[in-house]
């Protein structure tokens, strides 16, 4: 059976179920399986995508974040679709002949080679310059539907501002168009569209939407553009039902959710109060740690992206200073800090500081030797010279919402014995649920469970009632008759 | 200054009636537009109906370019009849959300408008639903139909168990007790098998000494007081398909009497127009931005409820109130509009005249078999009082007319009375062109649809309000004609038998003749339209039963129902009437000179399709 997967990055459940507006939603969840989907930590479109699409967790794909560690030089990389080693969907759909067609799925630069077709995500840099499609030629027909194919938006601020919904909303009707001609034109057995806009939208724009963030100002000119843009997605999810049959799954997820932001925690601004991380130049302004004159050789942590915590490790990192067998101690010692810490109330600012082989099945490539999991109100930023450790605001790049582990999922399948709302789903269980429904083997490796495994599937249905019933409505009080 | 154009819509209005009121000086507004332009009567449709008329005001071209060509419609080849302004397609598949299509084609003048750069406003005009994308903004009109998807159908409540109900209404019965708990009607549940009504649960208590009726509605407002015999405000009702999905409509309550049986009649269902099931305006947000400025209105094509004084549920104070209700809605829409109207092309239509001289029309007729002499004093001067309160809504709109503003007023089709009722398919059936599976009696036989037709050996059957249409080959579903010299017979059997043929029993002509499509209808859709048109002469319109694929008791019989008043005869003999603020250069004007004569004024270039000459 086809699969037809819609990602709506960072959907909330809390609105996207309870905005009665969505009527396509709505009846895709009156006819499927619907309910929160329990991400992956971190949960942030890397590595979450990767891990729903091959159902392993992120310690046993080795990407613990948007930025991982090659190897112990001191340098970081986003992946690539060469950096997943676990068979994914596709892979498992490919076997039996059949073709995909991926789109935004990231990580996908340089675009993934497959038995189909794979479109840039918003780790592809731009288009005009760089092949972003494979097959490489795609990328003509589509400057030629769409003219420039955005894969991310550019965003010269992200602070709110017409120009940025402008700017959101141009690319999502760009990329649905796009979704719609392949639907239509090309073949496809697997579906996969991910749609980044509305990670970016909610980014810029929650402070505007949501009274418990204590920047909310009633009445602000952007207090609908969150509300608008689901409807967006509602009406274009409507337009793709119109156009598949019902003889097919179609899987709408989040995979992370969205929530007010309190505040940003800067991790290494506040290694280097701590004495950790030494600079060899205190930075007068707001600076990203690639840009940092770390001196390494004075420096026993620092911090990557989502608060991904490495040791300076003598013999382990080039210019490691931690004796091996303090390691452990300097370990135990950090977690004590980072319990530690609190907001200005006096609340815990983590949720939970862990060693990546306690919370990962396993644990491959450059592993963090600390995760910090922040309450899911607070985020972490690795930028240096804020002059504090918290801030209200990121000063580099506008930030309105935080991450939570709580996604979303509506399921369609004719064959679902299950319907109605599911408690306890996560993102790792999609893969084999999909695969199952579909008729698909499922890879012994994957982590996840199918949600119907075991049961009994269902034969489909259809519509009823009869014509004459109808007809003889339509024409009743019309008064000439 | 950029130029306007104000077009106020009249639905019916007759000139002999208008012609007398000015006259006698009645309508004050009319005769100030008339005396700085001109007044023509205005050359409707074949045929002479409101959908019809209106879709060639909007495309400038006779039915056979925009294929609307009568309220009723068939589907050739199962030869069901079915409503001709907009198609309802069942999805095709669950996954797909049902939708509506506008069936009337053609370029509208503000498409033509939109692409010149031109703004638009369009309130209420016929078959624009769903609305389409336009620069500018506008509200659908005939067409929409109920939450039910029926063209308007209310629901009687009554405690009276002896009573049966009538044509298009719902009939509940009332428990008796302090509290009486009932229940609205909401639409279909389609998605269930069988499908099922939805319901809103209401509670009712009657207050005696205070002469009214508490209703816990179980919408918004929660909780109304409505006086007897009068209507009460809108009430919002949300309809629950499933725990997720909802809709919302609007129906508002008449108390008919409080004893000896409690009676009420909550209207049709209304799209809310703050979240309509189908889009009843463009932009979408559009009815919504409406009903937050000017309260909520009726969405409905036919609002006004004909049905509820056909069947005896309202009385006539009861349906003008309504009618009253209805226009003051829409004249909230147009003043608003006007008020922020300052270039291009405004357009809203009032029905309510139209509706009114349907129902009413028996009252100025002594000769109606419904003429009721008892209460005819009372109401003989309705029709005129509307005509009057139409020139009283010109007032504010002449406010807004200025030295750059073409205004037009006028009406699609003229009124008449309709006396008798003549039924196409039994003197089809007894002309043996249409018959009758074995033993089968016309009246007895036939429900609505064909159900017993022999088409096998059926040359022409009617559907529609005067269309006949041919049996062919390969277009019918049982066809058997082909076209050429048998088809040809069959024409010129009809013609010749139906011209001027006489009503037995009051010794007049019923029929004045019968067109052939080809002389009346020219263009792409024109293939569409019904074979035949039977051109009734004044007093006589299409049997009720023929006009859905039936059967009536007799070839001619009298119409006695309320619905006293048609328009639906010859087209030469139902003019509307035209006024302009300007000086127009015909003598004859036709309804599809409007939309040239408007480009023309706001100077831009008519499309290809458009047949009319400007007036100007």
Known sequence: ?481 | MPKKVIVIGLDGLEPTIVESMLERGELPNLAKVRQNGSYRRLQTTYPAQTPVAWSSFATGTNPGGHGIFDFISRDPLTYQPDAALSRFERPKSVLAQSRVVNQRKGVPLWQALTKAGIPSVVLRCPCTFPPEALNGKMLAGVGVPDLRGSQSKGTFYTQDRTVTAQEHEQLLFLDSGPEIVSQVIGPRNTRQNPPTDTTCEIKVRVDKPGRKLLIQTGGTPAGIEVAEKSWSEWVRFRFKFSMLQSVTGIARFYVRQLEPHLEFYVSAINFDPAAPMFPVSSPNEYAKELSEKVGLFSTLGMAEDHNGLNNGRLDEAAYLAQCELILQERERVMRLELDRFTEGFFFTLFDTPDRVQHMMWRFLDREHPSYQPDIAREWEHQVEEHYQRCDRLLSSVLEHVDENTLLIVLSDHGFGSFRRAFDTNTWLCENGLLALRNGRKPAADMGEGFTSVDWSKTYAYAVGLGGIYLNFKGREGAGILDEGTEAERVRKAIQSGLSELPDKQTHRPAIRGVSRREEIYSGEFAGAAPDLLVNFHRGFRVSWQSAVGGFADNLIEDNTRRWSGDHIVDPESVPGILFMNRFASQNHARIIDLAPTILSYLEVGRPDTMEGKSLL
Not at chain 1, 266 to 282: C, I
Not at chain 1, 342 to 356: F, I, W, Y
Not at chain 1, 401 to 423: I, K
Not at chain 1, 468 to 474: A, C
């Open chain 1, 1 to 481: 059976m086809k699969i037809c997967v819609l990602g709506l990055s960072g959907a909330s459940h809390e609105i996207l179920f309870s905005d009665e507006r969505l009527g396509n939603i709505r009846r895709l969840m009156d006819l499927g399986l619907y309910g929160r989907l329990e991400s992956v930590f971190p949960p942030t479109p890397v590595p979450a995508w990767m891990s729903m699409t091959t159902s392993q967790d992120p310690g046993f794909l080795g990407v613990y974040g948007l930025r991982n560690r090659l190897d112990r030089s001191y340098n970081s990389a986003t992946p690539t679709p060469a950096s997943v080693h676990a068979p994914a969907l596709w892979d498992a759909i490919t076997l039996q002949g059949k073709k995909s067609v991926l789109v935004g799925v990231p990580p996908n630069f340089p675009p993934r080679v497959l038995d189909g077709i794979s479109i840039g995500c918003f780790l592809t840099p731009e288009t005009s310059q760089h092949e972003f499609t494979y097959p490489a030629n795609l990328g003509e027909k589509l400057r030629e539907l769409v003219g420039d194919y955005p894969v991310d938006v550019k965003r010269a601020s992200n602070t709110p501002s017409d120009a940025l919904v402008e700017e959101i909303v141009n690319m999502n009707r760009k990329q649905w168009e796009v979704v719609r001609w392949l639907i239509a034109e090309q073949p496809w057995d697997y579906f996969h569209f991910v749609d980044i806009g509305l990670d970016r939208v909610q980014h810029a724009f929650w402070t505007s939407f949501d009274p418990q963030n204590t920047q909310f100002q009633q009445g602000n000119p952007y207090q609908q553009v969150i509300p608008d843009y689901y409807q967006l997605l509602d009406e274009q999810i409507g337009t793709v039902l119109e156009m598949i049959d019902d003889q097919m799954i179609v899987l709408v997820l989040s995979e992370y959710g969205a929530q007010h932001l309190d505040g940003l925690f800067a991790v290494n601004e506040w290694l280097v109060n701590e004495g950790l991380l030494v600079l060899d130049e205190q930075p007068l302004s707001s600076t990203t740690l690639e840009k940092l004159n770390v001196n390494w050789a004075k420096s026993k942590a620092w911090a990557e992206g989502n608060a991904d915590i490495f040791f300076n490790v003598k013999g382990r990192e080039p210019q490691g200073i931690v004796p091996a067998d303090e390691l452990e101690a300097l370990r135990q010692d950090l977690k004590l800090r980072f319990d530690a810490l609190t907001d200005q109330s006096g609340r815990r600012l983590c949720a939970g500081v862990s060693k990546p082989s306690e919370i990962y099945r396993s644990v491959t490539n450059v592993t963090p030797d600390l995760m910090i999991h922040f309450d899911s109100n607070w985020r972490s930023i690795d930028s240096v010279g804020h002059g504090g450790n918290y801030l209200l605001q990121n000063d580099l790049i506008y930030d309105a919402c935080g991450y939570s582990t709580d996604g979303l999922f509506v399921l369609y399948a004719p064959n679902n014995p299950l319907a109605g709302e599911y408690q306890g789903a996560s993102l790792l269980d999609m893969a084999p649920t999909l695969l199952d429904l579909g008729g698909y083997e499922i890879p012994k490796s994957m982590q996840g469970k199918s949600l119907v495994a075991g049961m009994e599937k269902k034969s489909g249905s259809g519509l009823s009632e009869s014509d004459e019933k109808l007809i003889h409505d339509r024409l009743a009080g019309l008064g000439y008759v």
